[in-house]
């Protein structure tokens, strides 16, 4: 499927189906919310999830890095699931995640689970940081925020398609401003229609931008479903 750009404020950007954003004409990535060891940590807490969504989520960014060889990569925020979040990394989770940031210009955009994400892992951080018409932050701001490219919210979306109902993780824009999917595997969805985006992305004028395999297919708001 042909790929169809997401216009912010002028700035042509590809939402790529592993959850991330590409700005090919400043050699940019962009993820959001990766919560490395969300796993650990719940299985602090008794509940049994398998303890690998922290490599998972290294060998998607691998592969996105190798095959797009950005300049800079900006995570914004909640890169990292608490503030212990370090000292239960496995050590070749760690390693890998320090040739990573080693690999590139490492931007880590400061967020509510992890304001100062530790330095061992390289990088540098920023509260907030703007390009050209971007302005890249963790929590997004409420309406009109123009050019402001955030996560927090885990935004997903759901479509009724010949009778199914889908339910994908998605990004959301007006083309003022845009918001990305969660890219950490264990990380959840909050339905872009939930009144958490109404001051936000007033009214229904937006699209979602629905994560499929190998595409991403922008949606208008008016076809969209709540929970």
């Given amino acids: 499927?042909?790929?169809?750009?997401?216009?912010?404020?002028?700035?042509?950007?590809?939402p790529l189906p592993e959850g991330a954003l590409w700005w090919a004409d400043e050699r940019i990535l962009v993820v959001a919310d990766l919560h490395f060891e969300k796993g650990s940590a719940f299985?602090?807490?008794?509940?049994?999830?398998?303890?690998?969504?922290t490599g998972a989520t290294l060998?998607?960014?691998?592969?996105?890095?190798?095959?797009h060889e950005p300049e800079t990569l900006i995570a914004l925020g909640d890169s990292f699931h608490d503030r212990r979040a370090e000292k239960r990394m496995a050590k070749p989770d760690a390693d890998r995640l320090i040739a990573l940031t080693a690999a590139c210009d490492w931007v880590w955009i400061e967020g509510n689970h992890d304001p100062a994400p530790p330095r061992r892992f390289g990088g540098s951080?920023?509260?907030e940081m703007t390009v050209g018409p971007l302005t890249f932050r963790h929590?997004?701001?409420?309406?009109?925020?123009?050019g402001e490219i955030a996560g927090h919210l885990h935004p997903c979306a759901a479509v009724r398609v010949r009778g199914r109902r889908l339910r994908r993780r998605c990004f959301v824009s007006d083309t003022t401003r845009a918001i990305l999917p969660a890219f950490g595997a264990y990380a959840g969805g909050l339905n872009v229609l939930d009144r958490a985006y109404a001051g936000l992305l007033p009214g229904r004028d937006f699209h979602a931008w629905m994560m499929g395999r190998d595409a991403v297919v922008p949606v208008s708001a008016t076809r969209l479903e709540g929970d």
């Fill in 1 to 14: 499927m042909r790929e169809t750009p997401l216009i912010v404020c002028g700035a042509a950007l590809t």
């Fill in 43 to 53: 299985a602090e807490r008794g509940v049994a999830l398998p303890p690998y969504d």
């Fill in 139 to 146: 929590e997004p701001r409420p309406a009109p925020s123009t």
């Fill in 59 to 67: 060998t998607r960014l691998e592969k996105l890095m190798e095959k």
């Fill in 125 to 127: 951080v920023q509260g």
